[in-house]
Nanobody, 118 residues
Framework: QVQPVESGGGLVQAGGSLRLSCKAP????????ANWFRQAPGKEREFVAT????????KYADPVKGRFTISRDNVKNMVYLQMNDLKPEDTAVYSC???????????WGQGTQVTVSS
């Protein structure tokens, strides 16, 4: 069982930056693909970004391409989401999700709130 724990959310003005962190203590962290999802109030949860087990490949949702960067540190059991040029529409609860494949979302964190003011 893996329990991701997110941190780094907060309130930021439009155009600003935040870096979200996700720690997943335990063994075999590097066998899991890592993802970030987000859910805004009144909206469905949506995919943000994914990174493979080695960190050598990543994909992004169109709304965040060029602004967000996902990365991981398998020594520290950490996943990061660097968010630049934030927009009010990025306001959401961001969750870190781990899974054994790129299409499996087995282990969810509690989420961290990101609020972008205009």
């Amino acid at each position: 069982q893996v329990q991701p724990v997110e941190s780094g959310g907060g309130l930021v003005q439009a155009g600003g930056s935040l870096r979200l962190s996700c720690k997943a203590p335990g063994r075999d962290f590097d066998v899991y693909h890592a993802n970030w999802f987000r859910q805004a109030p009144g909206k469905e949860r949506e995919f943000v970004a994914t990174i493979n087990t080695s960190g050598g490949a990543s994909k992004y949702a169109d709304p965040v391409k060029g602004r967000f960067t996902i990365s991981r540190d398998n020594v520290k059991n950490m996943v990061y989401l660097q968010m630049n040029d934030l927009k009010p529409e990025d306001t959401a609860v961001y969750s870190c999700v781990l899974g054994p494949t790129s299409a499996a979302y087995d282990f969810w964190g509690q989420g961290t709130q990101v609020t972008v003011s205009s």
